[in-house]
């Protein structure tokens, strides 16, 4: 269940399917280089942007459903939906057995452009950093370490990682230069 620590009660998440779907489809559409996109990323930067999101705004963008798995956070939506989306015609999808030597990553390419204006200006400055940052600066193996944190390290494999969990990863407030740090990355991200 997707819960919001409100005062002393918890609220639940709606998931919001056409959103979700519409920023799958988004996220395949706007990776800067595809030959760097699979689902590992797809997961990551979905997790990374809902995260962002309430962690700005108090709630995801999508209300998506993320469990423990063994590379990080995922959602099980995101199986169904792709599917949907190459039946619509708007993406297709294929195995690349021969990535990375003995590794095999779903591939993916947008075949039109997703809708516009599902995201608010903050939600897609949100999304926009984490596509960059995670189909660019990252590889799939250094991603879902990254994911790690500890909202996924008291989690048991396969619980549903609660969105409120993200808050324990917070840690202390910065200071001096670590704040001018943390507020300078803030704006990157849109959250300020």
Same mark, same amino acid.
Request: no cysteine; hydrophobic share 45%.
């Given at each position: 269940m997707r819960w919001l620590l409100d005062g002393k009660r918890l609220k639940r998440f709606a998931f919001d399917r056409e959103k979700f779907k519409n920023l799958v489809h988004y996220i395949i559409w706007s990776c800067p280089d595809k030959a760097k996109l699979g689902s590992v990323k797809i997961h990551k930067i979905l997790w990374k942007?809902?995260? #962002?999101?309430?962690?700005?705004? #108090?709630?995801?963008?999508?209300?998506?459903k993320y469990v423990k798995r063994q590379n990080g956070p995922t959602a099980d939506?995101?199986?169904?939906?792709?599917?949907?989306?190459?039946?619509? #015609?708007?993406?297709?999808?294929?195995?690349?057995?021969?990535?990375? #030597?003995?590794?095999?990553?779903?591939?993916y390419e947008a075949l039109k452009p997703p809708p516009?204006?599902?995201?608010?200006?903050?939600?897609?400055?949100?999304v926009d950093y984490w596509i960059k940052h995670i189909c660019m600066e990252h590889t799939a193996a250094s991603i879902s370490e990254e994911s790690h944190g500890y909202a996924w390290e008291i989690a048991a494999m396969g619980e549903e990682l609660p969105m409120y969990a993200?808050?324990?990863e917070r840690g202390r407030e910065p200071e001096g230069d670590e704040l001018a740090w943390a507020q300078d990355e803030a704006r990157k991200r849109g959250y300020m």
């Open positions: 942007s809902d995260t #962002g999101s309430f962690l700005q705004r #108090g709630e995801p963008i999508t209300g998506a939506a995101l199986l169904p939906i792709r599917k949907e989306l190459a039946d619509d #015609g708007a993406i297709k999808f294929w195995r690349d057995r021969k990535f990375a #030597g003995d590794y095999a990553k779903d591939v516009a204006k599902f995201l608010t200006a903050k939600e897609r400055r949100v993200v808050l324990a």
